[in-house]
Antibody, heavy 121, light 108 residues
Framework: EVQLVQSGAEVKKPGESLRISCKGS????????ISWVRQMPGKGLEWMGR????????NYSPSFQGHVTISADNSISTAYLQWSSLKASDTVMYYC??????????????WGQGTLVTVSS | EIVLTQSPGTLSLSPGERATLSCRAS???????LTWYQQKPGQAPRLLIY???SRATGIPDRFSGSGSGTDFTLTISRLEPEDFAVYYC?????????FGPGTKVDIK
């Protein structure tokens, strides 16, 4: 069974660093891009960026470039999203999702369950 | 950046009725890269339609997608109680891979 399992909810203070994870199982991790998608409370979905686990090539949305870092460790089938200094505005739900690298069309076929990050002093 | 606009913002319908949701792109999107997702409260989005018109695995045939270029449509032929949710279109053809703001289908 294909699964993307994300790390649990986090509560942090402004200025702290954080790394959340997304572990893939039930499929060949390197055959799929992993994207991160943000959803602010009661709002829509925003694509943040994606990584190719095989070579760690990363494609960021300009809206998020420089604010977050995406990485992956394909030896443990896990992708990461990290912040060096959190802000209150980072209080959001984050999802990971996978896209098959081969062929067309392109879409997010499986999603993680989401990680809620709360940043509050 | 390709901007996707969805209309209406909210669609209030009764079970058994037909729902027609629109997604308009600010520039042409290849049909291969236009996708629809369904999201229910407290859940992750779920793939519904990919390639503008292909149903994902396990999606009932009351869901259908159509369109090309800048205008795409998701149709739910007869609403079931479990279909009341938010629907997002998304384009995967040009980075950043943008989503529309969503259409909420709620019970009238």
């Amino acid at each position: 069974e294909v699964q993307l399992v994300q790390s649990g909810a986090e509560v942090k203070k402004p200025g702290e660093s954080l790394r959340i994870s997304c572990k893939g199982s039930g499929y060949s991790f390197t055959n799929y891009w992993i994207s991160w998608v943000r959803q602010m409370p009661g709002k829509g979905l925003e694509w943040m960026g994606r990584i190719d686990p095989i070579d760690s090539y990363i494609n960021y949305s300009p809206s998020f470039q420089g604010h977050v870092t995406i990485s992956a460790d394909n030896s443990i089938s896990t992708a990461y999203l990290q912040w060096s200094s959190l802000k209150a505005s980072d209080t959001v739900m984050y999802y990971c999702a996978r896209t098959p690298k081969s062929g067309i069309p392109r879409y997010f076929d499986y999603w993680g369950q989401g990680t809620l990050v709360t940043v509050s002093s | 950046e390709i901007v996707l606009t969805q209309s209406p913002g909210t669609l209030s319908l009764s079970p058994g009725e037909r729902a027609t949701l629109s997604c308009r792109a600010s520039q042409s999107v290849s049909s291969s890269y236009l996708t629809w997702y369904q999201q229910k409260p407290g859940q992750a989005p779920r793939l519904l339609i990919y390639g503008a018109s292909s149903r994902a695995t396990g999606i009932p045939d009351r869901f259908s997608g159509s369109g090309s270029g800048t205008d795409f449509t998701l149709t739910i032929s007869r609403l079931e109680p479990e279909d009341f949710a938010v629907y997002y279109c998304q384009q995967y053809g040009s980075s950043p891979f943008t989503f529309g703001p969503g259409t909420k289908v709620d019970i009238k």
